[in-house]
């Protein structure tokens, strides 16, 4: 009976990686035989019906979506363009824990036709839901959509400010050599630079609410029954182990999560977007050759300078390589993403540009060689997934550390300067779709999507540990 299934309440943070990541791996859970609750705040719910088909909000039999206010407004001509991601996460968090136990205490009503709540999964950065849960005493399983690496970054930041290496110490910090001051002491990441830590500690405030969030919130992880990384063991076995030892709950690398959906079968999948996807671009792909497209995508909240976005566009121009460029309405600070006419008809015949696309399918296409990306980790997962090594240009928080770990350790990954030039994009863009150096890169990302996949394969490593996590803190 549908009343004696286990209920799990999942919120992610309403960013569309978050989202992505955390709506994963609930469908993997409701294949688990879970009754599930997703939770979305409203201003993203409103821009999903603006953009989805209603029917895939309206849920599967044992899988509903929710809606909480969440403190942002914006008028409906408005309501596309991305959320300032510090003002989304502090409104959340002072709007939205009264909201979720409302709902909690909705979804127990006997009237509810559901199961009573059996435990939260939340993402790891709203602690906030640990109030909620303590009162209802369920489990709150902390669900991590950022890198392992990047959370471990933040734990350590108040040591940092303890051994007086942050906040810095003048602005000039940020152009001269100190950001490759080698911090050697943080277990797990041996020889980081400390411009490798997440972006928030490039700040000479020592009232930086980021920067001071973000360790609060690691360490207040203490009172989580767990913690998901979404990752495999092959690929961040040391970091994983850092974390085991340092934090309180029990840790689990369970991932990536993207392949666990694709592997359960006969499994209605469901997706939320915050923008309307363009599956046009799929048959543009079928059209090329294999390998021949450098996919580029910085994200759902990456904002370019002008400069920058020309830099950009001038550097895929002049590579003569075919690609396929998603450009949100908003990537640009302050207007519309549109390409000067020049640009623009120089690279049409051998270009694709749209404002949004189903991003696994695209990695996943033979067609596409490579991906120039902002590094977020789900993006980063899912090229990981596909076997797909990437142009890196990290913008904001774990995206840094992502970066250093794409390119250095894991040999599949190549930087692009923080001051974006044209000619850089340009070399970086033909040594990875032509040269030697990408060759090896292409080489070494298939060797880690073989070992994805034998994680997220049904009975592999992920799943062995999914089942793990139910019986030892989900349902304990």
Known sequence: MANDKPHA?????????????MLHFANALHFMDFHITFVNTEFNHRRSLRK?????????????FATIPDGVSFPDDDID???DFIALYLSIKRHCVAPLRDLIATLNDPCSGGPRVSCMISDAFTTFTLAVTAELSVPNIFFCSVSPVGYLGSFYIKELIQRNIIPLRSEEDLTNSFLDTVIDWIPGMPNIRLK???SFIRTTNPHDIMLNDCWEETHASRDASAIIFNTFHDLD???????????????YDIGPVSLLSQYIPDHNLLRVNLWKEDSNCIEWLDEQKQGSVLYVNFGSITVLTSSQFIEFASGLANSRCKFLWVTRPDLIEGVTALLPAEIATEIKERSFVTNWCP?????????????????????????ISAGVPMICWPFISDQQPNCRYLCSEWGIGMEIGEEVKREEVERLIKELMEGQKGKEMKRKALEWKVKAVKAASLGGDSWIKLERVIKEAMLK
Do not use: K, Y
């Open 237 to 251: 076995a040391p970091v994983i182990e850092a974390l085991s030892s340092v934090l309180t709950p029990p840790v």
């Open 196 to 198: 490798d830590l997440p």
């Open 9 to 21: 309440v999942c919120f992610p943070l309403p960013t569309q990686g978050h989202i992505n990541a």
């Open 81 to 83: 363009r991305s959320q």
């Open 359 to 383: 991003q696994r399918e695209v990695l996943s296409h033979p067609a596409v060689g490579g991906f120039l990306t902002h590094c977020g980790w789900n993006s980063a997962m899912e090229s």
């Open 52 to 64: 989805a088909d209603p029917a895939c909000l309206a849920g599967l039999p044992n899988f509903r």
